[in-house]
């Protein structure tokens, strides 16, 4: 990237200053922080809170879903939720109303049981790593830092992962036990994995015998134009490899139907869910089936899921389209930052030029418009090169999103500035 | 306990014998295993499945519960379950659908990050031990199995745990992390702890600073007679000792609402609630809060709990009755079993004489009554004088219960007959 000219800056400077204070004259309270649907998106599904009640609360079999049992979903629920993970039903265990969850959960158990029988937990080796593409989702970070993992930055490319590191790596250090992939509109660069990068993925010789793919297909079905990333099945790749057990699937209704009551699913080898299955009787009597049996019912089946998909694009896009308009408007041709176009996903991912993000993300804060923390996207929450900001446009509503942009791409001029002076 | 005389026995050994043969031929398949309640008990909250609707899941300040937020609670439901729990709103969590599911939550976070700032991971500790009251409740015992964790049984008296025992052990033993207890109506023997032991168990000297009480009130609220066992509040009794942090609180609607769609609670000191819920964070963006409005919007207050359990009381009082007839009848005088007359749960528990109860609940099992397998209710599902059977009557019908423990009187007869030949 090349720098915009000191003098031009110079020149603007004073504008831009005045332009600031204005903004700070608003008293705005704005915030593009998180992936968080609009009412207008939760609208969407509002026919599931009448779609079971007091005259209706049986599965198709017969089943109440009011009692107890059912560890793995009610049948229904898992024939659709297969289709959806592109799985089948019996590699699907369908959790409660978090995917976040079930990812603590296996982590958290292979810390202490072990991710497999006759490996070793996590817990009692010294040191053990994960591989985190980044930019990424702070949540899959964090849940490592919490555990005490360590975290391996991976470059995140157009593509995917860049391969060559991977492979390098994982070919030879048997305390590598993991990655975390988010392969489709990934969070937040929108990337979706390449062919290529899935099966190298999937065949790639491992140091560690339990080494896992984490793979959050968290935006599966959540595009944002009409020619829709494919992405291919890893489940599917990891048998053909002859390493079925190397991957673990999550996935969740929650920017499908409702974000904090939506329905979260795990998939993988028949080996692995039989093995997690045993080790969640100890935890829990099942889920709400109740839930499950409103998402079945309301949906029907794929095509359903993806009809109501259409409908979250319509509200979304418009949405994307501003934030792309106004950073096009503002910072093209000035050589200061870099952003992604994304075809779905939650997030337009910006890069300034190094040094500057914490800067931009504090005077944006200062002016009453909040995003997520620098550094957020990175392992250990530090952006090595203090460059990326990820911008959330689903929540807030379309003059707040003008404001808060206009704001945004101000403030990464005058930080520029600060930098460059 | 006096035993029958051989001769007696032997005079009515061809009358049973036939008696269970007959019993055979009606191919019976009837389950008394586990407390589960009956459709009956869950028409009771049926109003809960109509209370939020399409129209209505806005929380009374206008909060969105079909989104993402909140990991502790929506607060009316906070404020309605801190009553249940007999503690203040900031030091409760509302959860998913199970307190199971919240108790091994705590278990496998002391396992991995410990149960208090700067104490040790119990998983780095060599052999950690947790007291088991017994006979108590199979799965508090099958998560310290399925985490490694060795267990120390404790006679289970009519005031609650043997505290000279207990006292004794935790004063000088650092391992001895905890102690699980199902503090009223005990499953499965019914007995409600008394304020003597509430107290010791606050106050008494224990040599790990990390121990805790695990105090399961799963049955607060479950009465079966018009003089309910009144409990001491435990957090108040530690509080008064100085040791605010010692205890942690569990409890659920799961058997006041419905089963497989309640909610969960977890309680405790604010420090201890505070570092519980810094955990969480990691794990959750937050529980359906939906299914929270649900409870409030259908209970209202503790008023509407306690009515609605005089409903629960009426359906299942006769079928613990009619069980109480039926032993009362066939085993009263005949000096070879002993059995609880609940106030309160959902258990009977029988205790046969030793020796007896594998064979009885083998028996049993040929003739299609499904009993709670034998040593279920003692930590490693084993009962060192084989005699404890766990009868729980809530799911099945009137006829069935009649039925099933008619035939289990018979084979306790024969069983007895069998060991004292």
């Not at 089943?63 to 039903?89: H, Q, S, T, W």
């Not at 009409?226 to 190397?246: F, H, V």
């Not at 869910?273 to 969640?280: P, Y």
Request: with cysteine.
């Amino acid at each position: 990237m090349q720098k915009l000219s000191t003098v031009e800056l110079k020149e603007k400077q004073p504008i831009w200053k005045q332009q600031y204070q204005e903004f700070k004259t608003r008293n705005l309270n704005l915030d593009l922080t998180r992936g968080k649907p609009c009412p207008e998106q939760l609208d969407l599904a509002i026919g599931m809170l009448d779609c079971v009640n007091s005259k209706d609360y049986l599965t198709i079999d017969g089943l109440d879903c009011r009692n107890y049992g059912g560890i793995d979903g009610i049948p229904e629920a898992k024939a659709l939720f297969a289709e959806y993970m592109e799985v089948f039903p019996a590699e699907l265990i369908i959790g409660g109303n978090s995917s976040l969850n079930m990812m603590y959960d296996i982590f958290i158990k292979a810390m202490t049981i072990g991710i497999m029988p006759g490996e070793a937990p996590w817990g009692q080796l010294p040191g053990v790593k994960i591989l985190c593409p980044s930019p990424g989702y702070d949540r899959h970070f964090a849940i490592c830092s919490s555990l005490g993992i360590q975290m391996i930055l991976i470059d995140l490319a157009d593509q995917g992962p860049d391969m060559d590191q991977v492979e390098k790596l994982v070919a030879k250090d048997e305390m590598i036990k993991g990655i975390w992939c988010v392969p489709k509109y990934s969070n937040p660069t929108g990337v979706t994995y390449s062919d290529e990068v899935v099966e190298r993925l999937a065949a790639m010789p491992v140091k560690a015998k339990d080494f896992r793919i984490f793979w959050d297909n968290a935006y599966a079905v959540h595009h944002l134009t009409n020619s829709p990333s494919p992405l291919k099945n890893i489940l599917t790749a990891c048998k053909q490899a002859g390493n079925a057990e190397r991957v673990l699937l999550f996935g969740s209704t929650s920017k499908i139907s409702f974000a904090g009551a939506g329905i979260a699913m795990l998939a993988g080898s028949e080996k692995n869910i039989d093995f997690i299955k045993s080790q969640i009787s100890f935890q829990s009597i099942g889920p709400d089936k109740l839930n499950q049996l409103r998402h079945v019912r309301f949906f029907k089946n794929m095509a359903g899921i993806n009809s109501h998909m259409e409908k979250h694009k319509a509200i979304l896009k418009p949405k994307f389209d501003t934030v792309q308009k106004i950073l096009v408007q503002e910072l093209t041709g000035k050589n200061i930052a870099l952003w992604t176009c994304p075809k779905g996903g939650y997030f337009i991912s910006l890069d300034t030029l190094p040094g500057c993000a914490g800067r931009v993300i504090k005077l944006a804060g200062d002016a009453g418009v909040k995003l997520t923390p620098a550094g957020s996207t990175y392992p250990g929450k530090k952006d090595p090169q203090d460059k990326n900001i990820r911008i959330a446009p689903s929540f807030a509503s379309m003059e707040d999103i003008k404001q808060a942009v206009q704001l945004l791409t101000l403030c990464v001029q005058l930080a520029t500035l600060e930098i460059i002076q």
